[in-house]
């Protein structure tokens, strides 16, 4: 059975908890605190050397990081990754997307802002992290105009990537009141059967050492 390692307020970590359930898959669950620096521990340490969560252990002592690996690796031979060559480019360029333009700006600031960790100097980077992040809401609500999600018209990982950190920009102070082909892709999202709130908690397990 596959063990994640997460904690429960990251955007990236539910991207993993969305699809593993999506998809039916069983998963133990280990809750980790990165305000209390539980993913710095030497043990931790010892499964991801990086020190970031979420961390996928797919059988004893073997881990894969990065939530959008642990997204295209989960997703193989399903109904998230599409199978036509152009339509999984697509797929892979909303993700790079998301990683560099969009989690950059729009979860750095919900982060500051949830977690208290909001200082002087990063009160200063606010406005370019708001213009950016407002950037690229803009690029995505133009590719919904055109299509129902980002890699087709059939949900894909592109969109579960891109879903986490949008549907709670709000809760770093962006307002996507004027994005209607936003709102309705989110809505779709949030009707897919097997589908949980990023608040959804899985039952967890000790933490193994």
């Known amino acids: 059975m596959f ?3 997460d904690d429960m307020s990251s955007g990236n970590g539910y991207k993993v908890r969305l699809l593993l359930t999506l998809l039916g898959i069983p998963f133990d669950y280990v809750a980790l605190d990165i305000d209390r620096a539980e993913t710095r521990t030497p043990e931790f340490l010892r499964k991801n050397p990086n020190g970031r969560i979420p961390l996928l252990e797919i059988a004893p002592g073997d881990y894969l990081a990065e939530s959008n690996a642990i ?3 989960l997703a193989e031979g399903t109904q ?3 199978q036509e060559k152009r339509a999984r480019g697509a797929a892979l360029q909303w ?3 998301e990683q560099y333009s969009h989690e950059p700006n729009i979860a750095t600031v919900r982060y500051w802002i949830t977690h208290k960790v909001l200082t002087p100097e990063r009160e200063a980077q606010l406005p370019t992290k708001r213009k950016l992040g407002y950037a690229a809401l803009d690029v995505m609500e133009g590719e919904l ?3 129902a999600f980002y890699a087709g018209e059939q949900m894909s990982i592109a969109d579960i990537a891109l879903y986490a950190y ?3 920009a709000g809760e770093g102070g962006f307002d996507l009141s004027n994005y209607s082909a936003i709102n309705a892709w989110l809505a779709r999202i949030a009707a897919t059967p097997r589908y949980i709130p990023i608040t959804f908690r899985p039952p967890s397990r ?3 050492a």
């Open 3 to 5: 063990r994640l390692y």
């Open 71 to 73: 997204l295209f690796y």
């Open 80 to 82: 998230f990754m599409p």
């Open 95 to 97: 993700m790079f997307f």
């Open 145 to 147: 105009k055109k299509r």
């Open 166 to 168: 949008t549907h709670v």
């Open 206 to 208: 000790p933490q193994a």
